[in-house]
C-alpha cells in the first residue's frame, strides 16, 4: 500500500480528493474542454464522481497503481478551493503515465504548470515513487494540455495516427515523456502544431 501523500507549492496544496469534493468534481466536468480533451465520462453525473472519489482514487493508492491529487488553490483566509485533478497512472516497472484537468476558473494562471512540476519531483523521487520515466499522451490539438508538458520538460515522442479512442471513433495523438535525469526546463522540438501562446 502506498499512503496518500500531500504536496505543496507556492500557491498550491496537493491532496487526495475526497467525498467533500463530490460537488466541485462534477461541476467542473461538465466544462466542455474537460469533455472534449480527457476520458471522463460524458455525461458526467455526480455518481461518477462518487465513484471516482470513493473508488478509483483510494484503489490507486492502495494497489500503488495510480496516485491521484487534487489542485487546491491556496486562498488568503487559508482555505483552499478545488480547481483541477492530476494523477500518474499505469504505474509499473518504474514508469507511469501523467494525466490532468483544470477547471475553467483555473485556467490562465499557470497553476498546472506548477502542480506537474510537483508531481514530477514526487514522481522521480527515490523516497516516493521512484520512477524513472513518466510518459504523457492527449488527443492530437489539445495545444493547453502540450503546453504545460513542454514547458515541465516533457520531450516530445510522436505523433500516434488513429492512437486513442475517442469518444466518436479513433483520434490521432501526441506522445511525450520525461526520464528521471532529463532537464526540467522547457524541451525544445516540440512540433509548431502543439505550440499555443495560453498560459495552463
Not at 463530490?22 to 462518487?50: F, H, K, L
Not at 494525466?99 to 514526487?122: C, F, I, K
Amino acid at each position: 500500500m502506498t499512503d496518500p501523500a500531500e504536496l505543496r507549492t507556492e500557491r498550491l496544496v496537493l491532496s487526495v480528493p475526497t467525498a467533500d469534493d463530490v460537488d466541485a468534481i462534477t461541476e467542473a466536468c461538465q466544462d466542455e474542454a474537460v469533455q472534449r480533451w480527457t476520458t471522463v465520462p460524458s455525461p458526467y453525473g455526480r455518481d461518477a464522481a462518487e465513484n471516482f472519489v470513493n473508488a478509483f482514487v483510494p484503489a490507486g493508492w492502495e494497489a500503488g497503481t495510480a496516485r491521484t491529487w487534487a489542485v487546491r488553490v491556496r486562498r488568503p483566509d487559508a482555505a483552499t478551493e478545488l480547481v483541477g485533478m492530476v494523477g500518474l497512472e499505469g504505474i509499473r516497472d518504474g514508469a507511469g503515465e501523467i494525466g490532468y484537468w483544470l477547471a475553467p476558473a483555473g485556467r490562465g494562471l499557470g497553476l498546472m504548470t506548477e502542480a506537474v512540476s510537483a508531481v514530477l519531483d514526487y514522481a522521480f523521487d527515490p523516497d516516493h515513487a521512484a520512477l524513472v520515466r513518466v510518459q504523457w499522451r492527449a488527443y492530437r490539438g489539445n495545444r493547453p494540455s502540450a503546453r504545460v508538458a513542454r514547458l515541465t520538460g516533457f520531450r516530445f515522442e510522436a505523433v500516434r495516427r488513429l492512437g486513442a479512442m475517442g469518444r466518436s471513433g479513433r483520434e490521432d495523438e501526441w506522445t511525450a515523456a520525461i526520464l528521471a535525469d532529463d532537464p526540467r526546463s522547457p524541451a525544445d522540438e516540440w512540433p509548431a502544431e502543439t505550440l499555443t501562446t495560453t498560459t495552463t
